[in-house]
């Protein structure tokens, strides 16, 4: 017995004659979806030719046969001496045939036969409605074919553009799972010191400058962040203030000089400036205060 050596296939389906591997990253699953719609497409196409030549020639064949034997032109008049002689031989004419038929019953029973099925097959008027028939079934299978493949298509259109989605999402956020997490950590640490105030170069537990109340907030999460907010805010990944999340440090002015922990919703936590207290506000509570970067610590 010869041993096999082929490559087991890969686990999946078939849509509409095409393989669709369970493991399909999409990319190539739309690609071969695509290249059959493409064929299918031509084969809808050559269907839908054959089907309207045959479609005509039935058309032509029935008229033929409505219309029955064909008036006599006038080339059969002017070889006629009289009337009476062009109808007679209009006669014959018709005639003919059936003689011939009976000639070759008489000869040959078994040849006319033959010949009769095949005068049959060639005359029958059903001959060209049963292939028109059977082309209009094959090119509505086809087409039948084409819709399946352009769901399938759709579908995994939707579905790619659903995985790029989350691909672009899984950019946006951290690569440490565990961030939000920490993130919560220290906006839990950040809000309990509400009400301190502020004092400049303190960094807790009784008061708090601006810096000093984060870098004391990303400890309590066990992430170490540097004194000054210059060196902060080069501590982590730049991302747009629409895409900041809570935990993230917003920084203001170009110097980068005041930074506050974001906590959702366009609100952070931060000490203002002396003479001030700790407290949860906008990001845009002072309109000099513009918001210079966002920073999501390491």
């Not at 095409?18 to 269907?47: M, Q």
């Not at 064949?61 to 009476?84: E, W």
């Not at 400049?200 to 109340?213: F, H, I, N, T, V």
């Amino acid at each position: 017995m010869a041993s096999s050596h082929r490559k087991p296939r890969s686990a999946g389906k078939r849509i509409a004659g095409i393989w669709i591997p369970a493991a399909d990253d999409g990319n190539s699953g739309l690609g071969e979806v695509e290249r059959k719609i493409d064929d299918l497409y031509r084969r809808a196409e050559s269907a839908t030719e054959k089907y309207n030549a045959a479609k005509e020639r039935a058309t032509r064949q029935r008229k033929r046969y409505r219309i029955g034997p064909s008036a006599p032109d006038a080339s059969t008049f002017q070889l006629a001496d009289t009337p009476h002689d062009h109808f007679d031989q209009a006669q014959l004419m018709s005639r003919l045939p059936v003689r011939r038929r009976d000639a070759g019953n008489a000869y040959a029973p078994e040849q006319s036969a033959a010949g009769q099925k095949q005068w049959d097959a060639a005359e029958n008027p059903r001959t060209p409605d049963a292939t028109q028939s059977d082309l209009g079934t094959a090119k509505a299978t086809v087409q039948k074919k084409l819709a399946t493949a352009r769901e399938l298509l759709s579908r995994l259109t939707a579905q790619n553009a659903q995985k790029q989605q989350q691909a672009d999402t899984a950019k946006s956020t951290p690569s440490d799972s565990s961030y939000a997490t920490k993130a919560a950590k220290a906006i839990a640490f950040a809000r309990a010191q509400v009400g301190k105030p502020y004092v400049w170069g303190a960094a807790g537990p009784g008061s708090y400058d601006c810096s000093g109340l984060t870098q004391a907030a990303w400890r309590a999460a066990g992430v170490t962040l540097p004194r000054a907010t210059s060196d902060q805010a080069n501590a982590g990944t730049t991302v747009p203030l629409a895409d900041a999340q809570p935990g993230d440090l917003v920084f203001f002015h170009a110097d980068s000089s005041h930074v506050g922990v974001y906590v959702g919703d366009g609100m952070m936590i931060h000490a203002p400036k002396p003479g001030t207290y700790v407290r949860e506000e906008s990001v845009h509570s002072d309109d000099s205060a513009i918001v210079h970067s966002v920073v999501r610590p390491a």
